[in-house]
């Protein structure tokens, strides 16, 4: 039986965004994703996040999966563009969309709940469900609860079993354009690149109204340089293709 939210959802089906969208360059398509939302059917319930972090890859580079070559479990990476493309990252499920050129793709590094008014709460108590802590306490506070590409899926319910090597479906699982626009968008190098395999190249995004729920602020970071190890500059790209 659909819900409310069954219904409010499948009334905006043209705000989804399409394979066109990421048919184009992964650092275009890495800065265009900031403040999309991500829709997921989890049970009976839809669960929502708003995308504020993400890194490109790309085939000719060091630190990408293609660049090691197709294997069937890569094979979503040469795929066309919109094909979901999900690894284990330290045992745990990773969100990443393949672009435009075989190989090249987009990481979903870090989301926060996108709180629309309907069902709000009910969808915070089942994302704050699926990603417990550890250390004893009750729960991960709301804002904390997609700030990393594992805790992300993990909170949303999106698994590698379920979803790698597939396409978005409209009624179970896709990405929702609600004209969200960061004011300004931080680029800087990506997170966990090993010495020798692109670890400097600017090829992660962040939202900067948002970067304090991100997987590590590039503000913070000793010795950090403007200019140099990040760039602050104003969203350019934001409108479909």
């Not at 990476?77 to 393949?98: E, Q, V, W």
């Not at 979903?108 to 108590?125: R, W």
């Not at 994302?127 to 805790?151: A, E, V």
Request: a positive charge; hydrophobic letters at 35%; proline letters at 5%.
């Amino acid at each position: 039986m659909a819900t409310l939210l069954d219904e409010v959802f499948m009334t905006k089906k043209q705000n989804i965004l399409q394979k066109a969208f990421f048919n184009r360059d992964a650092c275009e398509v890495a800065e265009s994703l900031l403040g999309k939302i991500i829709r997921e059917k989890f049970g009976e319930n839809w669960l929502s996040a708003q995308i504020i972090e993400t890194e490109a890859y790309y085939i000719n580079e060091k630190g990408s999966h293609a660049s090691l070559g197709y294997t069937h479990k890569r094979r979503a990476l040469f795929m066309p563009p919109g094909t979901i493309y999900m690894y284990y990252a330290r045992g745990k499920d990773s969100l990443n969309i393949s672009s435009k050129g075989k190989g090249n793709a987009v990481l979903i590094k870090s989301g926060i709940p996108y709180l629309s008014g309907i069902n709000s709460k009910n969808m915070i108590d089942i994302m704050q469900s699926n990603n417990p802590l550890n250390d004893g306490k009750p729960s991960r506070s709301p804002m904390k609860l997609c700030s990393g590409q594992t805790i992300l899926c993990k909170s949303l319910g999106i698994t590698v079993k379920e979803w790698d090597q597939k396409q978005f479906d409209s009624n179970q699982f896709f990405i929702e354009d609600v004209d969200i626009q960061p004011s300004k968008i931080i680029n800087t190098k990506r997170l966990g690149i090993p010495f020798g395999r692109g670890e400097h190249l600017l090829y992660r995004f962040i939202d900067f109204d948002n970067v304090k729920y991100c997987t590590k602020n590039p503000l913070t970071v000793k010795n950090n340089q403007f200019g140099k190890d990040y760039f602050i500059i104003k969203p350019s790209r934001f409108l479909h293709p």
